[in-house]
C-alpha cells in the first residue's frame, strides 16, 4: 500500500499515515513560474495499492488540479488501483440546477475525477448522499457521527440535550446523530433569499432550558450558524454548541463566529484549519485521521467499511 498527499492538507495525511504506521510516499508537488502544477512521485508505485489523500478545498481549482495530475501521475506510473482520497469534496453543494440555465458542477467533477484515472473514491459527509451516484466508480461515503458522538458523551454526560437540524435539508444527518446519543430532534425553519444569505423563520420542537447541538455537515459564511443559535436561545436555549463535519470558514466567518452566542463550535481537520481558526476560543478541531486511516486500511484488505457506522 502507497500513501500520496497533495498540498492541501498535509497535516491530515501524515496523521492518517501515523495510524496505519506507513510512511507518505516521496512526491514532488511544484509549481511554475505561471503557477501551472507539476508532480513527480518518487518512489516505485508498479503494481501498488495507492491511495491519493487531497481535499478539493479553499484554493479549490488548485487543489482539484493538484488530485486530478496526482492521479494521472500514478495511472501513468502503473500503479494497480488508485483510489482518491477527498475528505471534503469540493463543488458538492452544487449537486443540482436550482435555478435555469446552472451547472451541475458536482457531476462535473466526479468525472474529471474518474477521467484522472481513479479507480475508487473515498469521502466524507458528502453534502447530498445522492453524490455518491454521480462517480460511475465505486465510492465511499464515511461519517464524521461516531467521532461526534464520542466527544459529545464525553462533554455532555448528564446533561439534558437536544440536536438541532439548521434547515429541513439536514434532517436526517441530524435525527441519525440524534438516535446515537438517544436526544429529541428539533429543527430551525429557515428562508435562504441567496448564497451565504438566510433568515431564521420558525424553530420546531421544545428546546427551554435544554443544551442545543446544532448539526450540519458545512460551515462556510457562519451566518445561518449565528442566526440559528441566537433563535434556538430566544426559544429558551440554555446554551448552543455546534458540530460541523468541514469547516469552510470563508471571509470573515471566524470573527462572526468568535463574536456570537455560540458556545463552542467543533469542526473536524478534513479541511486545514487557519491560523484564525487555531486561536479561536471557540472553536476547537477533531481528529478524523483514525476514521479515515481505518477505512483506507479496509479497503486495502478489502474488508467491510460500512461496518465501521454499525
Given amino acids: 500500500m502507497k500513501l500520496v498527499s497533495g498540498n492541501s492538507n498535509r497535516p491530515l495525511a501524515e496523521a492518517i499515515a501515523a495510524y496505519l504506521n506507513t510512511p507518505l510516499t516521496q512526491a514532488s508537488v511544484k509549481r511554475f513560474a505561471d503557477m501551472e502544477i507539476y508532480v513527480e512521485i518518487e518512489e516505485n508505485v508498479r503494481g501498488e495499492d495507492t491511495f491519493v489523500i487531497q481535499s478539493t478545498s479553499f484554493p479549490a481549482n488548485d487543489n482539484l488540479m493538484e488530485l486530478l495530475i496526482l492521479i494521472d501521475a500514478l495511472r501513468r506510473a502503473s500503479a494497480s488501483r488508485i483510489t482518491a482520497v477527498i475528505p471534503y469534496y469540493g463543488y458538492a453543494r452544487q449537486d443540482r440546477k436550482v435555478t435555469p440555465r446552472t451547472p451541475i458542477s458536482a457531476k462535473l467533477v466526479a468525472n474529471m475525477v474518474v477521467n484522472a484515472g481513479a479507480d475508487r473514491v473515498l469521502t466524507l459527509d458528502l453534502h447530498a448522499g445522492q453524490i455518491q451516484g454521480f462517480f460511475d466508480i465505486p465510492t465511499d461515503n464515511l461519517f464524521a457521527a461516531p467521532v461526534m458522538v464520542r466527544d459529545i458523551m464525553e462533554r455532555f454526560n448528564g446533561t439534558d440535550i437536544t440536536v438541532v437540524s439548521p434547515d429541513v435539508g439536514g434532517v436526517v444527518r441530524a435525527r441519525g446523530l440524534a438516535k446515537r446519543i438517544d436526544a429529541p430532534l428539533a429543527i430551525i425553519d ?103 486511516g481505518e477505512a483506507i486500511a479496509r479497503t486495502a484488505n478489502e474488508e467491510s467499511v460500512s461496518s465501521l457506522f454499525d
Fill in 190 to 292: 429557515k428562508r435562504r433569499d441567496r448564497p451565504g444569505d438566510s433568515e431564521v423563520m420558525n424553530v420546531i420542537g421544545d428546546v427551554k432550558d435544554r443544551t442545543c447541538i446544532i448539526v450540519d455537515d458545512i460551515v462556510d459564511s457562519g451566518g445561518t450558524l449565528c442566526n440559528g443559535a441566537a433563535a434556538l436561545l430566544e426559544q429558551g436555549g440554555r446554551e448552543v454548541y455546534a458540530y460541523i463535519t468541514h469547516g469552510v470558514l470563508a471571509g470573515g466567518a471566524v470573527a462572526r463566529i468568535t463574536a456570537s452566542c455560540l458556545k463552542k463550535l467543533v469542526i473536524t481537520d478534513s479541511i486545514l484549519p487557519t491560523e484564525a481558526v487555531r486561536v479561536a476560543e471557540n472553536i476547537e478541531v477533531l481528529s478524523i485521521a483514525p476514521l479515515i
